[in-house]
């Protein structure tokens, strides 16, 4: 079983920065590729993801803003976000995924204020 722990959400104001992170357990954290979503109300939507190669994808809406890192010696995967807009806020998301099996953490708040 894995668990991942998320932390770092919080208020921010427009155009500030903030930085998220999952700690993983319970698994072989080298092996997975990891990501993050969020989630406003509505669907879960897509931000980012980094392979066990250290290869990342971003949503369109973040890119350049947004960076996604892993550092494996702390089972520990962070998203550093700038620019925040206030179309950012939602339940950030963690996701550890290996072929078909994928696994999320409980969710942190980021509300980013105008």
């Known amino acids: 079983q894995v668990q991942l722990v998320e932390s770092g959400g919080g208020l921010v104001q427009a155009g500030g920065s903030q930085r998220l992170s999952c700690t993983a357990s319970?698994?072989?954290?080298?092996?997975?590729?990891m990501g993050w979503y969020r989630q406003a109300p509505g669907r879960r939507d897509f931000v980012a993801t980094i392979?066990?190669?250290?290869?990342?994808n971003y949503a369109d809406s973040v890119k350049g803003r947004f960076t996604i890192s892993r550092d494996n010696a702390k089972n520990t995967v962070y998203l550093q976000m700038n620019s925040l807009k206030p179309e950012d806020t939602a339940v950030y998301y963690c996701?550890?995924?290996?072929?078909?099996?994928?696994?999320w953490g409980q969710g942190t708040q980021v509300t980013v204020s105008s």
């Open positions: 996701r550890a995924i290996l072929g078909s099996m994928g696994y």
């Open positions: 319970g698994t072989n954290f080298n092996s997975f590729t």
């Open positions: 392979t066990s190669s250290g290869s990342t």
